[in-house]
């Protein structure tokens, strides 16, 4: 049975046959030993490394070339016995590195690759990879510490421009408003912009990493549509630019956007993913959709109102026209006028040269011209008259681009002047004609009249001195008769005498004189000649002269006699019972009024339309009961307006009516 003892013995004596192996292989290679130490330095100095080993107090007991000079030595024997302290870096970096040393030196554990800087002799810091691990003994103590480092300061700085560089491509991607994203061959998000991760509603573009666009608010339609897209780019090794597309936002709401799309490679050419940026068009489309609107409402605006419209370029070649213009060219659409000019139209030469030649002014002058006349040939021949506008039109810069025109159709305009003209110079030929008609028949009355008034002054002398008893008596029966013979030759010659002031009234040979005048006494003349009448019928005839009316005036006495004389008769005439009232009053400073009023059997309304018409009457019949020629009331009014004055009419059936004459109001000098 083996012991413990044996198999001590056992494990000795392997051991010692080991050790002998050792010493013959030492005794073979005792010959190189010399040569290690100068292999082993020329090592140090020509590695890039820098090679450092201190004892167990950080105090330098080595280092390498290149470690001497970044410590500005000439040889690293200079290094022997320095401390950190001793070198050109900072103080708080000797403080880390000598920190380093004892943690390493004390755990017995190695630091591999970790960075820190170092200042060098000329003030710059660098920064440095270093490594370190702890020195034993034979024993297995540890002795100190032994260290390597590599100048890192391109590799970091490197590193600081890349991050400086993501930096300012984040900031750049989170800044522009386009969005951006990329996936990888699956079609899944490996990273986005701000933008675009707010469009899939969400708060940051990590959140959008690993999803795909069925994880998006957008419709699936919307995301089958996108990685399709993917797939074409990615498998075509083709780039797609700006297209449009719909996409649908966290909010619901629908959105247009326009896309452009390329495949990303690796460092082998190998597609690896797609890059996709996208633009949100929606405005633009909202504003393309109402500017395609506003050019339809335009076109049907323009193609329904009766104007002619079109629109030429600088080489006076048509780019537009609306539907009315094309007809009139006599083609279909006005599709078929762009491209062409005035030489290609229906119209003739000499008005194709006349319409350029009014546009060149145009545009050469910079001024509008404005609804002016010219003719146009219809492709049937027939000539048209149009009322034209004109107007240059203008760029963004304000340069003449063209001209802008506009016609009317005014045609049957122009023919109804045409007819208008002639009908004036018919009336003015008929004109002429009443005119001397009025004039000859002017004379003839007034040649009739006188010779009907010579006899008629000479039977109203006889009767009257037959009724007289000068000299001849006469029998009652002889006496009526002979008074019947004098009443109407009076009327008889007060109808002349009406014939012959309505001539000289028409035919401008009125002559009015004025004088002053006692409108007591003239107003007493006039009672006077009615009182009779209105005795007669049981009437009353009252007078009123407001206080306060001038004692005397200026006037025409046979003309205002004339007026008043039969504005009273008729009132007298027409009024069965009640009163007749003549009132005398100013108007206002400059006018004065002659009014009659009575309670008679009034004028209806449709008969005061003409009631002051010549030969005219309410009752025109042959029955009717007034008697009279219908001229009282013309002469009336012809001779107020002879005067400067009017007559006003108002009237109630049964209840009577009221004339009132306005005139100018004269009054006599000092000397008068």
């Known amino acids: 049975m083996t012991t413990n003892f044996d198999l001590l013995n056992d494990q000795l004596t392997e051991a010692h046959n080991r050790i002998k192996e050792l010493e013959t292989q030492l005794q073979a290679t005792a010959s190189q030993h010399d040569a290690l130490p100068n292999l082993f330095g020329l090592v140090l100095d020509t590695i890039p490394e820098r090679v450092f080993w201190k004892d167990r107090n950080s105090v330098y007991l080595g280092c390498n070339q290149a470690f001497a000079e970044d410590a500005g030595l000439a040889s690293p024997a200079e290094i022997i016995g320095k401390t950190d302290y001793d070198t050109p870096w900072a103080e708080t970096e000797a403080d880390a590195y000598r920190n380093d040393d004892k943690h390493v030196m004390d755990t017995g554990e190695v630091r591999i690759r970790y960075e820190e800087p170092q200042t060098r002799p000329d003030g710059s810091v660098f920064w440095l990879e270093t490594s370190k691990i702890p020195l034993r003994d034979a024993n297995g103590e540890v002795i100190g510490v032994l260290g390597t480092y590599t100048d890192i300061t391109d590799r970091k700085k490197a590193e600081q421009e890349l991050k400086n560089s993501q930096r300012l491509l984040e900031l750049v991607l989170d800044t522009i408003p386009e969005r951006v994203f990329w996936k990888d061959k699956n079609s899944v998000y490996l990273g986005a912009n701000q933008a675009f991760a707010e469009d899939a509603g969400l708060t940051s573009p990590s959140q959008l990493i690993g999803k795909t666009d069925y994880d998006t608010p957008w419709a699936d339609t919307e995301a089958d549509a996108y990685r399709a897209d993917d797939k074409h780019v990615m498998d075509t090794d083709e780039v797609r630019i700006r297209y449009e597309e719909s996409q649908t936002r966290a909010d619901g709401s629908i959105s247009w956007v326009e896309t452009s799309k390329i495949p990303l490679h690796d460092s082998n050419g190998n597609t690896i993913g797609v890059l996709g940026t996208y633009a949100d068009i929606t405005a633009r489309k909202t504003a393309e959709q109402e500017l395609e609107n506003s050019r339809r409402l335009l076109e049907l605006v323009i193609d329904n109102i009766p104007e002619r419209v079109f629109w030429k370029d600088k080489d006076l070649n048509y780019l537009g026209v609306n539907q009315a213009f094309a007809e009139d060219a006599g083609l279909d659409s006005p599709a078929d006028l762009i491209g062409k000019s005035d030489y290609d139209m229906p119209w003739g030469d000499a008005e194709a040269e006349m319409y350029r030649a009014d546009?060149?002014?145009?545009?050469?002058?910079?001024?509008?011209?404005?609804?002016?006349?010219?003719?146009?040939?219809?492709?049937?021949?027939?000539?048209?008259?149009?009322?034209?506008?004109?107007?240059?039109?203008?760029?963004?810069?304000?340069?003449?681009?063209?001209?802008?025109?506009?016609?009317?159709?005014?045609?049957?305009?122009?023919?109804?002047?045409?007819?208008?003209?002639?009908?004036?110079?018919d009336l003015q030929i008929a004109q002429r004609v009443a005119e001397e008609n009025s004039r000859l028949k002017?004379?003839?009355?007034?040649?009739?009249?006188?010779?009907?008034?010579?006899?008629?002054?000479?039977?109203?002398?006889?009767?009257?001195?037959?009724?007289?008893?000068?000299?001849?008596?006469?029998?009652?029966?002889?006496?009526?008769?002979?008074?019947?013979?004098?009443?109407?030759?009076?009327?008889?010659?007060?109808?002349?005498?009406?014939?012959?002031?309505?001539?000289?009234?028409?035919?401008?040979?009125?002559?009015?004189?004025?004088?002053?005048?006692?409108?007591?006494?003239?107003?007493?003349?006039?009672?006077?000649?009615?009182?009779?009448?209105?005795?007669?019928?049981?009437?009353?005839?009252?007078?009123?002269?407001?206080?306060?009316?001038?004692?005397?005036?200026?006037?025409?006495?046979?003309?205002?006699?004339?007026?008043?004389?039969?504005?009273?008769?008729?009132?007298?005439?027409?009024?069965?019972?009640?009163?007749?009232?003549?009132?005398?009053?100013?108007?206002?400073?400059?006018?004065?009024?002659?009014?009659?009023?009575?309670?008679?059997?009034?004028?209806?309304?449709?008969?005061?339309?003409?009631?002051?018409?010549?030969?005219?009457?309410?009752?025109?019949?042959?029955?009717?009961?007034?008697?009279?020629?219908?001229?009282?009331?013309?002469?009336?009014?012809?001779?107020?307006?002879?005067?400067?004055?009017?007559?006003?009419?108002?009237?109630?059936?049964?209840?009577?009516?009221?004339?009132?004459?306005?005139?100018?109001?004269?009054?006599?000098?000092?000397?008068?």
């Not at 060149?360 to 021949?381: C, S, W």
């Not at 009163?579 to 004028?603: F, K, Q, Y």
Request: no cysteine; charged share 25%; proline share 4%.
């Open 359 to 425: 546009d060149k002014h145009v545009m050469e002058t910079d001024e509008a011209r404005i609804r002016y006349e010219e003719p146009q040939t219809r492709p049937d021949g027939s000539n048209f008259w149009l009322e034209t506008s004109k107007i240059p039109l203008h760029n963004s810069n304000g340069d003449i681009i063209g001209i802008l025109g506009t016609y009317a159709d005014i045609t049957d305009r122009k023919e109804a002047e045409q007819e208008r003209e002639q009908l004036i110079n």
């Open 442 to 672: 002017s004379e003839f009355l007034s040649t009739m009249s006188h010779e009907l008034r010579t006899p008629l002054n000479a039977i109203e002398g006889f009767t009257s001195i037959m009724l007289g008893g000068m000299g001849i008596e006469l029998s009652p029966r002889a006496e009526d008769m002979v008074t019947r013979i004098s009443s109407n030759s009076k009327r008889l010659l007060a109808l002349i005498n009406d014939f012959l002031d309505l001539s000289r009234i028409e035919s401008g040979r009125l002559d009015l004189i004025e004088e002053p005048l006692n409108i007591q006494s003239l107003v007493q003349d006039w009672r006077n000649g009615i009182d009779v009448l209105a005795d007669k019928k049981q009437l009353d005839l009252n007078v009123h002269i407001a206080d306060g009316f001038p004692t005397s005036i200026l006037g025409d006495e046979d003309a205002l006699s004339k007026v008043a004389v039969n504005l009273l008769s008729n009132a007298v005439k027409f009024t069965n019972e009640g009163h007749v009232t003549l009132t005398i009053d100013t108007a206002d400073d400059n006018m004065w009024r002659l009014i009659v009023t009575d309670t008679g059997i009034g004028i209806p309304p449709h008969a005061r339309e003409y009631i002051f018409d010549e030969f005219r009457q309410v009752d025109g019949s042959s029955k009717r009961v007034y008697g009279g020629t219908g001229l009282g009331l013309a002469l009336v009014n012809k001779l107020v307006r002879a005067m400067g004055g009017s007559v006003l009419l108002e009237s109630e059936i049964d209840e009577g009516s009221t004339f009132t004459v306005t005139l100018p109001l004269n009054l006599p000098t000092e000397n008068e």
